[in-house]
């Protein structure tokens, strides 16, 4: 089965750190972009980062920018979101999600692990 | 940054009606907009993507149309199961955007 598990979220104080984990499982990790989408408490969705299937290229959102740094390791399927500098306004459920290709370019988000709950507060 | 912007935000419907939601780019997108389905404390889910193109195991009475800067997202018969909250998204720029969301709620 197809699976993503986010993981490393809770409560932090403005102005400090996170590192989100997100373990995949059931597919080639190595062959695909993977993506990070965020959702603030009764908002709507918004796209954060992807990283290209081996590592060499990223995107971030503007508000994210310069504050977070995506990564991941394909030994271990695993895919990080690390998150410095955290303001009140970052406070969200963090999905990853697993991205495909459409005429080459980066296009689409098949399948979505359950989030992981990042609090900042003081 | 390419807006993206639904409407109508929600709408009231019932069993078996058709439902349409609209999705307008501030700039042309060409056909790469994909629809989203999240019901409460879920997850999305992919319902359409390039446009018009069905997802493996979405029902066929969902479908999508639409080019350059204007997309719809059609509900042939509307079922219990598909009250939820609709989301576009377009990945025609490096940088991502999806609508605001439009709730389809039990009338």
């Known amino acids: 089965e197809v699976q993503l598990v986010e993981s490393g979220g809770g409560l932090v104080q403005p102005g400090g750190s996170l590192r989100l984990s997100c373990a995949a499982s059931?597919?080639?990790?190595?062959?695909?972009?993977m993506h990070w989408v965020r959702q603030a408490p009764g908002k709507g969705l918004v796209w954060v980062s992807r990283?290209?299937?081996?590592?060499?290229?990223?995107s971030y959102a503007d508000s994210v920018k310069g504050r977070s740094t995506i990564s991941r390791d394909n030994a271990k399927n695993t895919l990080y979101l690390q998150m410095n500098s955290l303001r009140a306004e970052d406070t969200a459920v963090y999905y990853c999600?697993?991205?495909?290709?459409?005429?080459?370019?980066?296009?689409?988000?098949?399948?979505w692990g359950k989030g992981t709950t990042v609090t900042v507060s003081s | 940054d390419i807006q993206m912007t639904q409407s109508p935000s929600s709408l009231s419907a019932s069993v078996g009606d058709r439902v349409t939601i609209t999705c307008r780019a501030s700039?042309?997108?060409?056909?790469?907009l994909n629809w989203y389905q999240q019901k409460p404390g879920k997850a999305p889910k992919l319902l359409i993507y390039?446009?018009?193109s069905l997802q493996s195991g979405v029902p066929s009475r969902f479908s999508g149309s639409g080019s350059g800067t204007d997309f719809t997202l059609t509900i042939s018969s509307l079922q219990p199961e598909d009250f939820a909250t609709y989301y576009c998204q377009q990945s025609y720029s490096t940088l991502w955007t999806f609508g605001q969301g439009t709730k389809v709620e039990i009338k």
């Open positions: 999600a697993r991205g495909l290709l459409w005429f080459g370019e980066p296009s689409y988000m098949d399948v």
């Open positions: 059931g597919f080639t990790f190595s062959s695909y972009w």
């Open positions: 700039q042309s997108i060409s056909t790469y």
């Open positions: 390039a446009a018009s």
């Open positions: 990283i290209k299937s081996d590592g060499s290229s990223t």
